[in-house]
């Protein structure tokens, strides 16, 4: 795989994009120092800097304190674009289908069942005990004794696995039972999301591009695991990070220096270096 530095085409970048778990975060999330000043610094360039994730807006805004209201988020995996604070897309799932999904989680025994619903989640009092990891993505939880009858505007539902056992449940379970209903992807070691078919980083990002009027190829993408395929599949400007798994490599242009060498940085001040300010 070609290193980061053989990207010599990077004056033509127009929107940047990026991972945060395991990509831009380090291994303990938090954020590299330094981050909103280069965010600045792309904005001066006419760069649109994205954080493109499986976290809700309101995660990604506390993420970003100074920042949010001039960059774009694809949220929940591209279920909810945001530009400058603006909703440009936001998508729905069926009741009855996210309802399907979270009795198949309660009903297996294992996996901390969480439903999206944009701004708040909803999740299961019983799993109370997984708050302080559940929280770090959902700012405002309503725990319920039962998901009976539960009928609200979503977008995703997300499985936490303290195990750390996604692929396994994602390979033998809801792949197999749920991939031809909507989307199924592991975000990382202890989630699998669920979104409608058609959604995905990949989709977010084109509906980014054609409302910023920027081409897909002056796109530059960093991404360390699956649900980051979809996105770095379409970008002119693919980075896997140094940290990802090696099946990743098929889906990126570049290997970047990893999470914890703070390669997203790395790579920001490169493209920096090459674009003057308007």
Known sequence: MKSYLEDQNLASIKIVATDMDLTLLHDDKSMPVGIAER???????????????????????LSFPSNHARMAMVCDNGANVYVNDNP????K???ELYRSVLTRVVESGEGVPVLCAYDEAYALARDYEHHSEVSIYYKAINYLESFEGLDVDANKVSVYYP???????????????FGDKLYVTCAGAEWIDFMNIGIDK????R????????????IAAFGD????IPMLDIVGHSYVMGNAAEHMHDHGMFLAPSNMEE???TVLDRIIEAVPVK
């Open 263 to 265: 390669g997203v940085l």
């Open 202 to 205: 990949g989709s977010g990002m």
């Open 225 to 228: 695991t699956y649900n980051d």
């Open 88 to 91: 440009i897309y936001k998508d």
């Open 163 to 177: 195990t750390w056992n996604s692929k396994e449940q994602f390979d033998t379970i809801y792949q197999p039972e």
């Open 39 to 61: 965010i600045d610094a792309l904005y001066e360039r006419g760069i649109l800097f994205c954080a493109a994730s499986g976290r809700p807006a309101p995660a990604l805004r």
């Open 93 to 95: 799932m069926d009741v």
């Open 207 to 218: 509906r980014l591009a054609e409302h910023a009027g920027v081409d897909l190829a002056d």
